[in-house]
């Protein structure tokens, strides 16, 4: 069967093109990679995912390569790489029907004005590929709100001095605050922070055929057992799926993609569940498989007339990788320091933090040293939170002061202070990845995955620029740790990527010399070929990437469906 759309991929950049298009009247194929899984297969089991990596591939079967930067003796720097069969560290995110949207924590901050103009708000930096986006805030807002209202995003608009305009509230109330958010308001104030709500996306109230949330205490990581979560499958593939225009195969990894002398996509191949080659085609294709896997799909789709990958004659297929700079902070609350009721609040399990800092989205201090030495430049974002997984924060303290492994008394005694003598509230720090020559993904020429194809090798040089921002955004969240009472307090800033976040490879833009799509997701050179997930993105801004990534493709769905009609209503 020929499709009108095929879809490789099925997270947040595939579903909102698949549910515009299904329900439009379109024959949609999705093709995943993963298994089809539903809130029946969703369990709060915390070995799955604190010991087992049990919603991604086995690294033996499906690795990546990355090239991190050394120092020999003499002090000369070069790049190595190590496949992660190796070293342990995973790149993939959620290989299932939905994606890594069902393991998401929800954060949905939305992109600010700033953020589409870096280059022209802050000027060159020395070292990073910085480019403004050739859309605005403004064309993206009405999609945001698309998303909240589709998704379903719970919140609450506070003022502050960097709230984003927004056409409407949120659609949904806050989902239930841990006591402990009005802790960090009244310290916030009191040192004039600005705390706000952290929009959400899980369902306050039951909605659109889903159950709100139960309030387990068990969400980032987790698929979600009641449906409440936002994520691409419970939110809009089984809506999709529901009109009969949509078809979902999964287990099918597609390993290339065919196209003619003009430079058309004419097929995907793909191997199913059996490991046998299957093909399908459609009219347009659209790629959304996360940055990297995306960069990885193009770059080995070669032809004749792309020798060097699918969209990529121009060579910038795999450039300008981003991830999300930033780091971490921590405070720790003794429960004999408390009041009996303090205690309470802070013994709590269920209910969200929710509470988030963004007075420093934009620096304007001469104090901060950054790569421009103006005391201005973009900022971030300080989002707060409890670890509620008994088992990840157990971890660590199965050793002594002198790192030896603890056993039997001596263990228990550690566990039993642990987790009876004090509760830490963490902080996250999301800033900027500026986009330089030295994070990208290329093929690799002597790993190949299962199946024998080879694969992604990725460089991840980060630019010293990011530090120093979060380095001084970490400085403002331990100063709001302090205010609140908390003791040993610490922070930890650095240059390796969190690798649930990652966007670039594939940016968009005007100049088809330095972009591989236009303001649209379309490839420059490929007429029916559409990239929408996170890949599209020439910068990352300073907040969680899924929200975004759901408004351009809702975006860029209305541009295809546009586009098929046309298509359709042909004679």
Known sequence: MKYDICIVGSGAGASPVAYTLAKAGAKVLILEKGPWLTEKEFFKDELAISLRDAYNPKLSDEQHVIEELYQDQNGEAYWQGEPTSESGWSFWNGNVVGGSSNFMSGYFHRLKPIDFKLKSEFGEIEGANVEDWPITYEELEPYYAKVEREIGVSGKVVQHPFQEPRSSDFPYPPVLEHPVASWIDKAAKLIGYHAIPVPRAILSRPAMGRNSCEYSGYCSSYGCSSGAKGDARAALLNHAVATGNLTIIPNAKVYHLSSNESGEVTGVNYYDSAGRKRLVSANIYVVACQAIETSRLLLASKSKKFPNGLANNNGQVGKNLVFSAGGTGQGDFSYDQLTEQKQAELKQVGPFINRALQDWYQINDKNFNGANQQGKAKGGTIDFLFYQNPIARARGTERDENGELMWGKQLQAALH???????????????????????????????????????????????????????????????????????????????????????????????????????????????????????????????????????????????????????????
């Open 417 to 571: 202070k642990e987790f009876t003598s004090y509760k830490t509230l963490r902080f996250e720090v999301f800033n900027d990845w500026l986009p330089t020559d030295d994070c990208f993904v290329t093929l690799d020429q002597e790993t190949t995955d299962k199946w024998g194809d080879p694969v992604a090798k990725v460089r991840i040089g980060a630019h010293g620029h990011d530090l120093l921002v979060g380095e001084y955004l970490a400085e403002k969240g331990a100063k709001l740790l302090e205010a609140m009472g908390a003791e040993n307090i610490s922070t930890s800033v650095s240059s390796y990527p969190p690798t649930n976040l990652m966007a670039g490879g594939c940016r968009f833009g005007v100049d088809p010399k330095t972009s591989v799509l236009d303001k649209n997701c379309r490839a420059h050179e490929v007429n029916n070929l559409y990239v929408t997930d996170g890949s599209f993105m020439p910068t990352g801004g300073s907040v969680p990437y899924t929200f975004t990534i759901y408004a351009n493709a809702f975006r860029v769905a209305e541009h295809i469906k546009r586009l098929w009609k046309q298509v359709s209503l042909k004679p």
